[in-house]
């Protein structure tokens, strides 16, 4: 069974940077497609970016486009989201999910089998 724990969340300035990371354990992580998902309160859970067991692929929101960049180190079984140019609208609890290899990164929440319990962000204005 995959497990998955977020972690680097905290609170920034606008414009400012951070890094979160995703660490796995308990599974051969590096063969799963990897997504990133934000959800703030009262919203619903939003798909932020995605990548391809390889890393061949990636996919990003239109709102995080130039701003954030998706990574994964396999021989570490990390997954990382590099996030610039923080907004106030990017505040929310992040989530870092797996799902087998089976066609193109999903963008929809439930396409993904594991997640992790989520990191805060914070973006003060």
């Known amino acids: 069974q995959v497990q998955l724990v977020e972690s680097g969340g905290g609170l920034v300035q606008a414009g400012g940077s951070l890094r979160l990371s995703c660490a796995a354990s308990?599974?051969?992580?590096?063969?799963?497609?990897v997504g990133w998902f934000r959800q703030a309160p009262g919203k619903e859970r939003d798909f932020v970016a995605a990548?391809?067991?390889?890393?061949?692929?990636?996919n990003y929101a239109d709102s995080v486009k130039g701003r954030f960049t998706i990574s994964r180190d396999n021989a570490k079984n990390t997954v990382y989201l590099q996030m610039n140019s923080l907004k106030p609208e990017d505040t929310a609890v992040y989530y870092c999910?797996?799902?087998?290899?089976?066609?193109?990164?999903?963008?929809?929440?439930?396409?993904?089998?594991?997640w992790g319990q989520g990191t805060q962000v914070t973006v003060s204005s």
């Open positions: 999910a797996g799902r087998p290899p089976l066609g193109a990164v999903a963008t929809t929440h439930l396409s993904y089998l594991h």
């Open positions: 308990g599974g051969t992580f590096i063969n799963y497609h």
């Open positions: 990548m391809t067991w390889s890393g061949s692929s990636t």
